[in-house]
C-alpha cells in the first residue's frame, strides 16, 4: 500500500475515543460522592461513607437515602435523556440550534404535566407514573405544531425557519402556563413558579422508578440508531440513494427525541440548554461520529445537570437556587454564540 492509498490508523483515534468517555465517566462518579456531601444538612465523607455501609443514623440514613441520592440518581438521568434529545434533533434537523426547549418541546411537556399537577395533586404513586405519559402528549402535539408550521412544500423544511417558529411557540406556551397559574390557589401557584424555574422536583424514588424505564428504553434505542444519523447528515438526496426509508426513520428518531424530553420534563420542571450544550461539547470532543457521539453527550449531560444542580444547593444555603436557573446562566450565553455563528 503506497502513501497514496494509505489511510490513518484508526486505533488512536478509538483509544482517545474511549478515554474521554472513561474520563467522563470518573468526573460523574467524582461529584456524584462530592453531591451526597452538599446540602443544608451536611455530612462529611466518613459520615456517607458509614451511612452507605448501613452504620449510619436515622437522621443521616433519612437524609442520604431518602432526599440525596433519588434526586443525585435524577438529576443523571434526567441530563443524559435530555442531551441525547438534543442530539437526535440537531442530527435530523442539520441545525446547531435545535434542542427540547428551543423547539418548544419542553414548553409542551410541560403544559400538560402543569394543567394535571395543578388540578390532581401527586400525592398517589399512579398520578405519578402518568406524569410521563402526559408530557409525552404534550410534547407529541407542540412537535407535531412546529413541524407543519414550518415545513413548506417549495423548499421542505428549513432549519431557521424551525427554530424561529420552535421559539415562538414555546413563547406562547410559556404565556399560557403564567395565565395558568394566576388561577392557582398559593400552594400550587407556589409550585408552578418553582417548576417554571427548573427545580428538580421529583425527589424520591417514585419519579426515579417513573422515569427509569423510558431512559432505559429510549436511550438504546438512540444508540442502536446513531448509523440512521450518520447517513441523514449526509443530505436527503444521498441517504435516499443510499437506501434509506427517510420519512421513517425521522419519524422514529424524533418520536424517540420527543419521548425523552417530555419523560425528562414530568420530574424536572423547565430546564433548558442541556440538550444544546452538551452535544456541541460531545462533538468538540469526540468529533462527528453518532455511535461516540450519543454515549459523550449522554454522559456530558448527566455531568453538566448534577453539577448545576449542586451548585444551586450549596451556592445560597440554606436557600436553593434551581438547576435550571444554573444551566440558564450556562447556556444563554452559549446559544448567543450559536446564533451569532450559526450559518443556518
Given at each position: 500500500m503506497n502513501r497514496y492509498t494509505s489511510f490513518p490508523p484508526a486505533k488512536p483515534r478509538?483509544?482517545?475515543?474511549?478515554?474521554?468517555?472513561?474520563?467522563?465517566?470518573?468526573?460523574i462518579v467524582?461529584?456524584?460522592?462530592?453531591?451526597?456531601?452538599?446540602?443544608?444538612?451536611r455530612l462529611s465523607p466518613l459520615e456517607v461513607l458509614h451511612t452507605l455501609s448501613g452504620n449510619g443514623?436515622?437522621?443521616?440514613?433519612?437524609?442520604?437515602?431518602?432526599?440525596?441520592l433519588p434526586r443525585i440518581v435524577i438529576s443523571l438521568l434526567i441530563g443524559a435523556g435530555f442531551a441525547v434529545a438534543g442530539a437526535i434533533l440537531q442530527g435530523l434537523s442539520r441545525n446547531a440550534l435545535a434542542e427540547p426547549s428551543t423547539l418548544g418541546i419542553n414548553a409542551g411537556a410541560g403544559f400538560a404535566v402543569l394543567?394535571?399537577?395543578?388540578?390532581?395533586?401527586?400525592?398517589?404513586?399512579?398520578?405519578?407514573?402518568?406524569?410521563?405519559?402526559?408530557?409525552?402528549a404534550g410534547a407529541s402535539l407542540t412537535a407535531t405544531l412546529v413541524y407543519f408550521l414550518s415545513y413548506r412544500r417549495e423548499d421542505g423544511l428549513s432549519p431557521t425557519r424551525l427554530i424561529l417558529i420552535g421559539i415562538a411557540v414555546g413563547a406562547g406556551i410559556y404565556a399560557f402556563q403564567l395565565i395558568l397559574s394566576?388561577?392557582?390557589d398559593p400552594q400550587n401557584y407556589q409550585f408552578v413558579a418553582i417548576w417554571l424555574a427548573g427545580k428538580i422536583w421529583g425527589g424520591d424514588w417514585r419519579f426515579v422508578l417513573a422515569l427509569l424505564p423510558?431512559?432505559?428504553?429510549?436511550?438504546?434505542?438512540a444508540f442502536y440508531k446513531a448509523r440512521v444519523l450518520n447517513v441523514l447528515n449526509l443530505g436527503d438526496e444521498l441517504s435516499k440513494g443510499l437506501g434509506l426509508p427517510l420519512e421513517r426513520e425521522r419519524r422514529w428518531l424524533l418520536a424517540a427525541a420527543v419521548a425523552l424530553a417530555g419523560a425528562c420534563v414530568s420530574v424536572s420542571g423547565s430546564i433548558g440548554f442541556v440538550g444544546l450544550i452538551a452535544p456541541h461539547l460531545a462533538r468538540r470532543l469526540v468529533g462527528p461520529r453518532h455511535q461516540i457521539l450519543l454515549p459523550a453527550a449522554a454522559l456530558l449531560g448527566a455531568l453538566l445537570l448534577l453539577t448545576a444542580d449542586t451548585i444551586g444547593r450549596w451556592i445560597l444555603q440554606p436557600a436553593e437556587v434551581p438547576a435550571g436557573i444554573v444551566v440558564a446562566i450556562i447556556g444563554a450565553p452559549y446559544f448567543l454564540y450559536l446564533l451569532a455563528t450559526s450559518k443556518a
Amino acid at each position: 500500500m503506497n502513501r497514496y492509498t494509505s489511510f490513518p490508523p484508526a486505533k488512536p483515534r478509538r483509544s482517545r475515543e474511549a478515554g474521554i468517555l472513561t474520563l467522563l465517566a470518573v468526573l460523574i462518579v467524582i461529584l456524584f460522592l462530592v453531591s451526597m456531601n452538599t446540602g443544608f444538612m451536611r455530612l462529611s465523607p466518613l459520615e456517607v461513607l458509614h451511612t452507605l455501609s448501613g452504620n449510619g443514623t436515622k437522621q443521616q440514613q433519612l437524609i442520604l437515602f431518602d432526599f440525596r441520592l433519588p434526586r443525585i440518581v435524577i438529576s443523571l438521568l434526567i441530563g443524559a435523556g435530555f442531551a441525547v434529545a438534543g442530539a437526535i434533533l440537531q442530527g435530523l434537523s442539520r441545525n446547531a440550534l435545535a434542542e427540547p426547549s428551543t423547539l418548544g418541546i419542553n414548553a409542551g411537556a410541560g403544559f400538560a404535566v402543569l394543567i394535571f399537577i395543578s388540578f390532581v395533586p401527586a400525592t398517589t404513586a399512579a398520578p405519578i407514573l402518568v406524569l410521563p405519559l402526559l408530557a409525552l402528549a404534550g410534547a407529541s402535539l407542540t412537535a407535531t405544531l412546529v413541524y407543519f408550521l414550518s415545513y413548506r412544500r417549495e423548499d421542505g423544511l428549513s432549519p431557521t425557519r424551525l427554530i424561529l417558529i420552535g421559539i415562538a411557540v414555546g413563547a406562547g406556551i410559556y404565556a399560557f402556563q403564567l395565565i395558568l397559574s394566576l388561577r392557582l390557589d398559593p400552594q400550587n401557584y407556589q409550585f408552578v413558579a418553582i417548576w417554571l424555574a427548573g427545580k428538580i422536583w421529583g425527589g424520591d424514588w417514585r419519579f426515579v422508578l417513573a422515569l427509569l424505564p423510558w431512559i432505559l428504553i429510549l436511550l438504546p434505542f438512540a444508540f442502536y440508531k446513531a448509523r440512521v444519523l450518520n447517513v441523514l447528515n449526509l443530505g436527503d438526496e444521498l441517504s435516499k440513494g443510499l437506501g434509506l426509508p427517510l420519512e421513517r426513520e425521522r419519524r422514529w428518531l424524533l418520536a424517540a427525541a420527543v419521548a425523552l424530553a417530555g419523560a425528562c420534563v414530568s420530574v424536572s420542571g423547565s430546564i433548558g440548554f442541556v440538550g444544546l450544550i452538551a452535544p456541541h461539547l460531545a462533538r468538540r470532543l469526540v468529533g462527528p461520529r453518532h455511535q461516540i457521539l450519543l454515549p459523550a453527550a449522554a454522559l456530558l449531560g448527566a455531568l453538566l445537570l448534577l453539577t448545576a444542580d449542586t451548585i444551586g444547593r450549596w451556592i445560597l444555603q440554606p436557600a436553593e437556587v434551581p438547576a435550571g436557573i444554573v444551566v440558564a446562566i450556562i447556556g444563554a450565553p452559549y446559544f448567543l454564540y450559536l446564533l451569532a455563528t450559526s450559518k443556518a
